[in-house]
């Protein structure tokens, strides 16, 4: 199976869609495809095992042209942008301690979250 991501005018992912390897055995026909399904449109391939375009895209992800990248919103005003991953980090990393954390953007900084599954 094959992905594919819908761009808007703005380059903002708008829809992803799953075609069969049958359609796609280059990404210009898997392109070509989805136009053809879908009544034109501006698509890329995407890849979950992030093989291509560093991510896998989602609604709501930029598709920047100039890294051949799709790029999550940013999370919080204080998060920095990785350019090596195309990816948002946060001004403090994430504790390795096996618990689960959630960011605080007023006090920047990562709290406990006490039963996340409760």
Known sequence: MANYARLNSNNIVEQVV????????????????????FNGGNWKKTSYNA??????ASVGYLYDPRRDAFIPPKPFPSWT???????????VAYPND???????EISKEWYEIANPFA
Not at 81 to 91: F, K, V
């Open 18 to 37: 799953v075609i069969s390897n049958d359609n796609e055995p280059t990404e210009a026909a898997g392109i070509a495809f989805c136009e053809a399904l």
């Open 51 to 56: 093989t291509i375009r560093k991510n896998f």
């Open 81 to 91: 942008s990785n350019e090596t991953i195309c990816q948002w980090t946060a001004p």
């Open 98 to 104: 096996g618990k689960v954390y959630a960011w605080d």
